[in-house]
Nanobody, 122 residues
Framework: QLQASGGGLVQAWGSLRLSCAASKRTFSSYSAGWFRQAPGKEREFVAHIYWSGSDPSYADSVRGRFTISKDNAKRTVYLQMNGLKPEDTAVYYC?????????????????WGQGTLVTVSS
């Protein structure tokens, strides 16, 4: 089970940090990721990190502004979001255990959190 938190309302160019806490100890052996879904749009990939916390990957739209990290001791994955833009407004979902190398496809993930809403005002 994954529990996401940290969403909220922020002005453009502000920052937020999302957290996603896992209840299973096996989380430390899983890769983790963040996706987002804006109203009327499909869920899209945001960031991925391997089980060890290494080699992060990002969508082009967030690279250089967002940072994903993973603390296996706390069974938590984070998404630090800086330089937020109105187009970043979405429900953000954390995910764990990608099942193949295609981690940008939401169908390749085994576990999902409930989502946390991020609203960026202009």
């Amino acid at each position: 089970q994954l529990q996401a938190s940290g969403g909220g309302l922020v002005q453009a160019w502000g920052s937020l940090r999302l957290s996603c806490a896992a209840s299973k100890r096996t989380f430390s052996s899983y890769s983790a990721g963040w996706f987002r879904q804006a109203p009327g749009k499909e869920r899209e990939f945001v960031a991925h990190i391997y089980w060890s916390g290494s080699d992060p990957s990002y969508a082009d739209s967030v690279r250089g502004r967002f940072t994903i990290s993973k603390d296996n001791a706390k069974r938590t994955v984070y998404l630090q979001m800086n330089g937020l833009k109105p187009e970043d407004t979405a429900v953000y979902y954390c995910a764990a255990q990608s099942t193949s190398s295609g981690f940008q496809d939401p169908r390749n993930w085994g576990y999902w959190g409930q989502g946390t809403l991020v609203t960026v005002s202009s």
